[in-house]
């Protein structure tokens, strides 16, 4: 007799639950999970609702108890941050889960979903799921509260500069844009003879110092003073102040060199012309077109002051130029500019075109002049000279004219000018009506000087229609390729301030 063997499954047995009756797998509550969770929620406690405090201007959350940190939206630092403020909640229930729910941008909105899991009747483990909305405050933090107030300052970096003309500080300011230098200052002010920067940590302070050691040359000294002091906790409150001074040298300044430093350089001729001010002076012989620079440290060492100012400048018209074209050299002579050409020429002041005086000098700008144009140049013939280096240089020593550079029609270069620069957002006192001639100055500097032109961020002017390159006078323009595209984008998608834009030659398109 033969029996079938037949697999035998087991199945689970099922209880009713004691409260609605429903059949449920066994569990050690012996209730079903909809009657435990109306009996029991394990969230009650957990706050729903939480605000959680933004600065608009450094766009900052505020973390208890008084720290701003930067987060980014949906992120895992802004997590972390919200979960923090449910912290004392949630120690009481075990987290398994956390993520964001999207909502718009600017709805000053942030939803947290959260998922808890914990321990309710008999041992029972009950897992629940739910959102924790998060109201978005504004409020300003302390540092910005302070650059508000444009009262409030803990440094303050003095630069000066002991000289009549500012195309130092115009090419400073430049640099200061250019690298964001500006950005932790509270507030800038500008006094007749420099800037002052305010800020409101000393560190900040002391990076602006060592930028500037790193551009022009510069010396400067610190102080502090003490504000008010804490006994108990020993600390103290101080006002730091650091002056520094630039080299009261500009371009296009004429100077006197000590013999001492002359001879160092490379037997040079004690007057010169400054043609360019970076993180060192840059000087040129007009007589031998030999070239040196001085850093800070050597001036400071061996100081000098510019001959003439530059209101003392005076229009000549060359009537003859002819190039130098062998030039002796004395024994352990430096080096020799490549960019100018050496040039013998007899010119007469414009204003005594009724005379026959002419003056001969040398120049350094040879490959600039042709006879019949105007040029700018000092008359050391006819300058009440009060220098101590001077004083000791023999009378054939000085020449009786130093030419510094052609004139060109100003008007038609305002006009023709399709380009601009920015500028630093500064209070100014006590404005004088040469400021504008001297900014024109720069401008123009700028313009023949290419070497400087590299250092400087120079924008496209959208109002001024493009010119042909070419001039009937030959004045040096600056090329389309050397400026930036200024873009300004009003508003974002989410209705916020948008960005300033800077491109190089070409425009961005957003939707």
Known sequence: MEYMTESVT???????CCDCGVPISPNPANICVACLRSKVDISQGIPKQVSISFCKQCQRYFQPPGTWIQCALESRELLALCLKKIKAPLSKVRLVDASFVWTEPHSKRLKVKLTIQKEVMNGAILQQVFVVDYVVQPQMCGDCHRVEAKDFWKAVVQVRQKTLHKKTFYYLEQLILKYGMHQNTLRIKEIHDGLDFYYSSKQHAQKMVEFLQCTVPTRYKASQRLISQDIHSNTYNYKSTFSVEIVPICKDNVVCLSSKLAQSLGNMNQICVCIRVTSVIHLIDPNTLQVADIDGNTFWSHPFNSLCHPRQ????????????????????????????????????????????????????????????????????????????????????????????????????????????????????????????????????????????????????????????????????????????????????ATGEEGLTIYLPDLVLLTD
């Open 10 to 16: 087991c199945t689970p047995g099922h209880i009713l």
């Open 313 to 492: 400048l005076e229009e000549f018209i060359v009537m003859d130029c002819s190039i130098v074209r062998d030039l002796k050299r004395s024994a352990g002579a430096g080096m020799i500019s490549k960019k100018h050409t050496l040039g013998e020429v007899w010119v007469q002041k414009t204003s005594e075109m009724n005379t026959d005086k002419q003056y001969f000098c040398r120049t350094h700008l040879g490959h600039l002049l042709n006879p019949g144009d105007l040029v700018l140049g000092f008359d050391l013939a006819n300058c009440n000279l009060n220098d101590e280096h001077v004083n000791k240089m023999k009378s054939d020593r000085i020449p009786d004219v130093v030419l510094i550079k052609k004139s060109y029609d100003r008007t038609k270069r305002q006009r023709r000018r399709n380009w601009k620069l920015k500028e630093l957002a500064k209070e100014r006192e006590n404005m004088d009506a040469d400021n504008e001639r001297q900014y024109q100055d720069f401008l123009e500097d700028l313009e023949e000087d290419e070497a400087i032109r590299k250092n400087v961020n120079i924008y496209r002017d959208s109002t001024i229609p493009v010119e042909s390159d070419t001039d009937d006078e030959g004045a040096p323009r600056i090329s389309l390729a050397e400026m930036l595209e200024d873009l300004h984008i009003s508003q974002d």
